[in-house]
């Protein structure tokens, strides 16, 4: 069995920007400008004074589809998103405070989650979605490009973006994530544009889907 293909679960122009140590085959998709960015350039100083809001981001509220066709094997909806980005208090917070309070369970991290079960008994997570966003519920069919919720910035996270990983058991606490490709994406960075059909495009590359 090859590599598993999948529709990209966001359309436009995004980068994997999977923080130092996150696992490799999981990708953390952030929606970008054409600089590459995930907001505008000219509110960096506001982010550093932290005052700037998850409206500021590309990323916030995008539309998230379903990457195969699935059956919903679990969901959760209610966690709730942080509205201003502090990079600050969200790294002590996650790295600190939470599992000091015990708080270090799969579903504080994830915040809101929906994980998929395709035809070839292979599992998507897509996490910290946006607080009630979630369309689908548990036991619910999907079809492929089907909007089944919506980027927010829920559970541990420093920026507003979607969590993705594809797994061989449902468990997102025991499952170890396994590589995928799109099945199509551009690569446009200006440099080096071009169709890819069959890598996935490098961390902090702007790509097209
Ligand atoms: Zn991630």
Redesign the pocket.
């Known amino acids: 069995m090859g590599l598993s293909k999948i529709k990209s679960p966001v359309k436009g122009d995004w980068s994997f920007m999977?923080p130092p140590g996150?696992h490799p085959d999981?990708?953390?998709f952030v929606a970008v400008d054409q600089n590459g960015k995930p907001y505008e350039v000219a509110k960096v100083i506001r982010h550093l004074c932290y005052k700037l809001s998850v409206e500021d981001t590309y990323s916030w509220e995008k539309k998230i589809f379903s990457p195969f066709e699935a059956e919903v094997i679990a969901v959760k909806n209610d966690a709730k998103d942080r509205m201003t980005l502090n990079i600050f208090r969200d790294l002590v917070n996650g790295l600190i405070i939470a599992p000091k309070n015990g708080k270090n369970d799969v579903e504080y991290f994830l915040g809101n989650y929906i994980i998929l079960k395709s035809e070839k008994a292979e599992f998507a997570l897509l996490?910290h979605l946006r607080q009630g966003s979630v369309l689908v519920s548990k036991g619910m069919k999907v079809k492929t490009g089907e909007i089944i919720a919506k980027v927010g910035n829920s559970g541990n996270t420093i920026q507003p973006?979607l969590?993705f990983q594809i797994m061989k058991e449902s468990d997102p606490a025991k499952a170890i994530p396994i590589p995928f490709t799109f099945e199509y994406s551009q690569v446009c960075d200006g440099k080096t544009e071009g169709t890819m059909d069959s890598t996935l495009p490098k961390n902090w590359k702007k790509f097209r889907v």
């Open positions: 999977n996150h999981a990708k953390d996490a973006h969590h």
